[in-house]
């Protein structure tokens, strides 16, 4: 079969651009992401191994090998894993298939040095082979086949795959280094890299010299250690590995659970939050091993939705050796493990929001918006879930807790009030908390799309309901606030007047609006749209149409301000010449409040044409 060469997937290639052309400050983190994936790949062929011993074919001392060759200018290193074929080469090598790939991409500035922080974040893997070498050749045979392949590349846009008879069982990398990038060919350099970065990998990593052969990590799986061992720096260096991230963790949670069941945990807190975070597959990324044997990245029942920020390992002591992903979905073991898992890390959590706020705050904007599906997924903990929760409020200056706000509430005042919206600041000049500002009443300012979901869930906090400010049966009227624009109110329309006006509107507007009511919520804007009591909240419909799971509208409540003077003079001029004279009045007031809501106005040609009208009027 002859070479066939191929172009790396558009991703791939202005990654590596960037890999190679940026003068990153710690290019030896190379050899920490190739054996991290060396080791990957040992622990996958382990587990396959357990239902498929032929996989080993007598070679089952998993190692890791580094040979360094100052003639050649070359480093290699070799695994005896998984191994792959010519569609893993082409999959691994030269594309990027993981979720978040887009927005990883739309992110990335052509500034080096921001876009290496970003392609930090990312994950890069192999591809930092690029960083040191102008040459890359992969050597492979995937465990359980008969043939093997080549694959090379210079890291400037293509690479060539070919046949290659002879591979051995698993990957042997070969990186020719760049003139100044000899270091990594002498072995104290190799070491104390291993040393540093790899120590904690639980498959042993060999430098070879010749005849001379030495292992270079403790080998054993950190997790496993006492915690009194295990230095800080150790820990972060095993983030890196099994987060496959660049950052620093925020929390670090190291648990032995021992008793009806036996479990440890190493489960960290990510300081940066993963581009896959709200992909749809909303997966997690804990690793679970039985007795140190890996067995899946990808158990379903380990860990709940809301925790996927979380990455580290699990290692049971009581699942069978040969449990399949199918048997762990209804394995009451597992059950068990999440759930001691899922008090541990809310107790962390609780204990972090109680010793450390400012740091706390980091977290819940980071991590905030999942760990909130929690409320609405998890009955059993909400009562845990909620207190962890921080909110914006028109009256905090920063984060607070819904606690906080219950004491903050004035007399009188039955309900916490919330808004919601896709914009903090668009929210803030809502016209629907012009009463509640002017009476200082605290309101929730939530912009997240899971607040739709979690308040109905929640209902009430300690005896409170809560309620937006956007149902129509609103009544401030009960609560004893200092009424900060009570002496600036003006006038309102006379009431017969008023009358006359809204009986017009509801002529005019027809089915277009579910109502039309004088308003005691707004204090300076003309008109705003409320929904009646039960109905399906405007912003959610907004959502849902979004991601098209609606398709149509909803007539809403149009409340007017009888002491705006626009008001005031629709309400003389509807009585003094009737509801014709103000009909493209009020269709544009409709459009007025649509567009406050960020909708579109109904009919953009017929709005423009009635402002146009209007204007031409009010210029006479």
Not at 59 to 82: H, S
Request: net charge negative; glycine share 8%.
């Amino acid at each position: 079969m002859a070479e066939e060469k191929r172009e790396f997937q558009a991703e791939v290639a202005k990654l590596l651009d960037i890999v190679v052309h940026s003068l990153y400050s710690n290019k030896e983190i190379f050899l920490r992401e190739l054996v991290s994936n060396a080791s990957d790949a040992c622990d996958k062929l382990r587990y396959a191994a357990l239902t498929d011993p032929a996989l080993v074919e007598g070679d089952a001392d998993y190692r890791i090998r580094l040979v360094p060759d100052a003639a050649a200018g070359t480093l290699i290193i070799a695994d005896n894993g998984i191994g792959m074929n010519k569609d893993d080469l082409i999959a691994n090598l030269g594309t990027i298939a993981k979720s978040g790939t887009a927005e990883f991409m739309s992110r990335l500035t052509g500034d080096a040095k921001k876009d290496m922080t970003l392609i930090g974040q990312f994950g890069v893997g192999f591809y930092s082979a690029f960083m040191v070498a102008d040459k890359v050749i992969v050597v492979t045979r995937k465990a359980g086949e008969q043939h093997g392949w080549r694959w090379e590349s210079d890291g400037k846009g293509e690479f060539t795959i070919t046949p290659e008879p002879e591979a051995a069982r698993g990957a042997r990398i070969t990186l020719s280094l760049r003139d100044g990038e000899k270091e990594f060919l002498d072995a104290p350099r190799l070491t104390g890299i291993v040393k540093r970065y790899s120590d904690h990998i639980a498959i042993p990593v060999v430098l070879v010299e010749g005849d001379k052969e030495e292992t270079l990590n403790s080998a054993s799986a950190l997790w496993t250690r006492p915690k009194s061992e295990v230095t800080p720096e150790q820990y972060k260096e095993f983030y890196h590995h099994v987060a496959h991230a660049f950052d620093d963790p925020w929390l670090t949670i190291h648990t032995k659970a021992e008793g009806a069941i036996e479990y440890t945990s190493l489960l960290y807190v990510p300081g940066s939050k993963p581009f896959d975070i709200f992909h749809p597959d909303r997966k997690h990324h804990v690793k679970l091993y039985v007795k140190r044997v890996f067995i899946t990245d990808e158990a379903e029942g380990l860990l709940p939705p809301y925790l996927r920020f979380l990455r580290g390992v699990v290692d049971s002591q009581d699942l069978p050796l040969n449990v399949s992903r199918e048997m762990l979905q209804h394995n009451p073991v597992l059950a068990k493990m999440k759930s001691g898992l899922v008090k541990k890390v809310l107790s962390e959590l609780k204990k972090k929001a109680e010793d450390d706020a400012g740091a706390y705050a980091t977290f819940w904007e980071t991590f905030g918006a999942v760990l909130k599906e929690g409320i609405y997924e998890d009955y059993e903990r909400k009562g845990d879930i909620l207190p962890l929760c921080r909110f914006q409020t028109t009256e905090a200056s920063g984060w607070t807790t819904l606690d906080e706000v219950v004491g903050r509430m004035k007399e009188g005042q039955e309900a916490i009030y919330y808004a919601t919206g896709d914009d903090l600041a668009a929210l803030k000049r809502s016209p629907q908390l012009e009463g509640f500002l002017a009476k200082g009443i605290e309101v929730l300012l939530l912009t997240d799309p899971i607040d739709e979901f979690w308040v109905p869930a929640v209902g009430e906090v300690q005896g409170k309901t809560l309620k937006a400010i956007t149902e129509g049966d609103v009544d401030l009227s009960k609560v004893r606030g200092e009424d900060k624009a009570e002496a600036d109110k003006p006038e309102a329309a006379p009431a017969d007047a008023l009358d006359t006006l809204i009986a017009a509107l509801k002529l005019t507007l027809g089915d277009k609006v579910k109502d039309v009511r004088a308003s005691d919520r707004l204090t300076t804007s003309s008109v705003c749209l409320v929904a009646e009591s039960g109905q399906m909240s405007i912003h959610l419909e907004k959502l849902l149409k979004a991601h098209r799971q609606l398709d149509q509208d909803f007539p809403r409540v149009l409340e007017i301000n009888p002491r705006h003077g626009l008001i005031k003079g629709m309400a003389a001029k509807v009585k003094a010449s009737g509801r014709e004279a103000i009909d493209d009045m009020a269709l544009l007031l409709l459009d007025q409040a649509r567009i406050v809501e960020g909708e579109p106005p109904a009919d953009p040609v017929e709005f423009a044409r009635r402002l146009a009208t209007v204007m031409e009027k009010g210029l006479a």
